[in-house]
Nanobody, 118 residues
Framework: VQLVESGGGLVQAGGSLRLSCVAS????????MAWYRQAPGKQREMVAS????????NYADSVKGRFTISRDNAKNTMYLEMNSLKPGDTAAYFC????????????WGQGTQVTVSP
């Protein structure tokens, strides 16, 4: 499985961005998915996760009420709608896919940069 993120960029505080993560290859073995982010000098942290069918989601406290995760399994795509962005949201955002048992280790995308100016 390969994951490719897109949608990052430079935005002013209070603005919005929509990230996409497109999966290709052996996508049948994908289980839950998640968005992580890593700011310079900080550890990678989970931003939001979504279950295989999309019915269950979880968010970091710092983004609750502002970010929405979703997925379209027919398109092998996961999204992260980010609203009311803050300078503290500035980071590289990574897509992660957990695999069903026996399908292999988790997969990561290459990341997309989000920069929020004051």
């Amino acid at each position: 499985v390969q994951l490719v993120e897109s949608g990052g960029g430079l935005v002013q505080a209070g603005g919005s961005l929509r990230l996409s993560c497109v999966a290709s290859g052996r996508t049948a073995g994908i289980n839950s998915m998640a968005w992580y982010r890593q700011a310079p000098g900080k550890q990678r942290e989970m931003v939001a996760s979504i279950s295989i069918g999309g019915g269950s989601t979880n968010y970091a406290d710092s983004v609750k009420g502002r970010f929405t995760i979703s997925r379209d399994n027919a398109k092998n795509t996961m999204y992260l709608e980010m609203n009311s962005l803050k300078p503290g949201d500035t980071a590289a955002y990574f897509c992660n896919a957990e695999r069903l048992r026996g399908w292999g280790p988790p997969v990561w995308g290459q990341g997309t940069q989000v920069t929020v100016s004051p």
